[in-house]
């Protein structure tokens, strides 16, 4: 269970941590050009940073008290292989779920 | 003739089909919230407060695993470096609005407003900032009640799902359909796979610091990446 003060911290924190993040060039900065390498960084943040994310909780999920589970590693691979492929967002959602359940189903 | 009108509804008509992938992620968001224990209220503060999906899965599955609050706030903005970037981006068209317009556009900045508005401006480049803003702003006016609204809708039946559904794997499974459809080059591919390895690799470190240290070594390969290929013309 989440301890309350924490939830607060952290909704109050996150919201105008983020705000800030969204104001920051436009509101601060102006017109100035921003440099090149920054940019080039900060393209690559959500497909580094989500992916660093849920790495661990895939191959030892904290529901499985951080056992490797087939079916939740093939619910990954089916979500993977159908983002790719699709390139459709609630496609990968949906593939990923009907193997999660079918995995759970057959060796659950 | 222009009018502020057309843009509005231009903007409007762009952003009404995002609802359809809004929808399912921000009822998501709501179901797994009360499934970590988040009151209705809160879950709809987080959401009207924060106003960004991944980053607010972040911090309620971290919250969820009893990282320390700092480190909660610090992954889920990191999660979040991209919002500055699209401020960057959008600097150029609306910095010269007036500061409270400019606040307002940096409440709505989201992946949606951004990526509609900045193709827009650039296929309209006689508009004048008040068309662009009229465009920006009709972009926003599906998205966020959308998003508060079936939030509201997942955490009211959030808590009436049994465990058997598994739902503490609804998070992966999101993040995994978000990033697998945007890894379109050779340099984005490069960020994922580092960031993975680095992350498992880092797993040791305490307080899912690892986390954070693997998604900024994943973004300087990203960036190093891209840089090498423009240096041999191979980046398009």
Same mark, same amino acid.
């Given at each position: 269970m989440i301890d309350q003060s924490t939830l607060w911290t952290v909704i109050i924190s996150l919201g105008l941590g983020s705000f800030a993040l969204r104001f920051v060039f436009l509101g601060v900065v102006g017109n100035r050009p921003l440099p090149d390498w920054l940019l080039r960084h900060l393209r690559y943040t959500a497909v580094a940073v989500l992916p660093a994310l849920i790495a661990p909780l895939v191959l030892w999920p904290p529901a499985t008290g951080g056992e490797t589970d087939p079916a939740r590693l093939l619910a990954a691979f089916a979500a993977i292989a159908v983002g790719l492929w699709t390139r459709n967002v609630i496609g990968a959602i949906v593939a990923g779920a009907a193997m999660l359940y079918l995995g759970l189903y057959l060796l659950g | 003739m222009q009018t502020t009108k057309s843009p509005y509804w231009q903007g409007f008509g762009a952003g009404a089909p995002f609802v359809l992938i809004l929808v399912p992620f921000s009822t998501l968001f709501g179901v797994v919230a009360t499934e970590a224990g988040l009151s209705v209220l809160e879950a709809l503060t987080m959401s009207l407060v924060v106003v960004a999906g991944a980053a607010q899965f972040t911090a309620v599955q971290l919250?969820?695993?009893?990282?320390?609050?700092?480190?909660?706030?610090? +992954?889920?903005?990191?999660? %979040?470096?991209?919002?500055?970037?699209? /401020?960057? /981006?959008?600097?150029?068209? @609306?910095?010269? *609005?007036?500061?409270? @317009?400019?606040?307002?556009?940096?409440?709505?900045?989201?992946?949606?407003?951004?990526?509609?508005?900045?193709? *827009?401006?650039?296929? %309209?480049?006689?508009?004048?900032?008040?068309?662009?803003?009229?465009?920006?702003?009709?972009?926003?006016?599906?998205?966020?009640?959308?998003?508060?609204?079936?939030?509201?809708?997942?955490?009211?039946?959030?808590?009436?799902?049994?465990?058997?559904?598994? @739902?503490?794997?609804?998070?992966?499974?999101?993040?995994?359909?978000?990033?697998?459809?945007?890894?379109?080059?050779?340099?984005?591919?490069? *960020?994922?796979?580092?960031?993975?390895?680095? /992350?498992?690799?880092? +797993?040791?470190?305490p307080y899912s610091l690892g986390v954070i240290v693997a998604g900024f070594i994943g973004m300087a390969a990203g960036a190093e990446v891209e840089r090498r290929m423009v240096a041999k013309g191979t980046w398009t």
């Open positions: - | 919250m969820s695993e009893q990282v320390p609050v700092f480190i909660v706030i610090l +992954a889920a903005l990191t999660v %979040n470096l991209r919002m500055a970037m699209y /401020s960057a /981006s959008l600097t150029p068209h @609306l910095g010269a *609005a007036p500061v409270g @317009l400019r606040a307002l556009v940096a409440y709505f900045t989201v992946d949606q407003t951004y990526a509609c508005s900045v193709a *827009a401006y650039e296929a %309209n480049p006689d508009w004048q900032l008040r068309q662009k803003l009229a465009y920006f702003f009709g972009v926003a006016t599906p998205i966020l009640p959308a998003w508060l609204g079936f939030t509201l809708v997942g955490s009211l039946v959030g808590a009436t799902i049994p465990e058997s559904w598994a @739902l503490d794997f609804a998070i992966p499974i999101t993040f995994i359909a978000l990033v697998a459809p945007i890894l379109r080059t050779r340099a984005h591919r490069v *960020a994922a796979l580092v960031a993975i390895a680095m /992350s498992l690799a880092l +797993a040791w470190m």
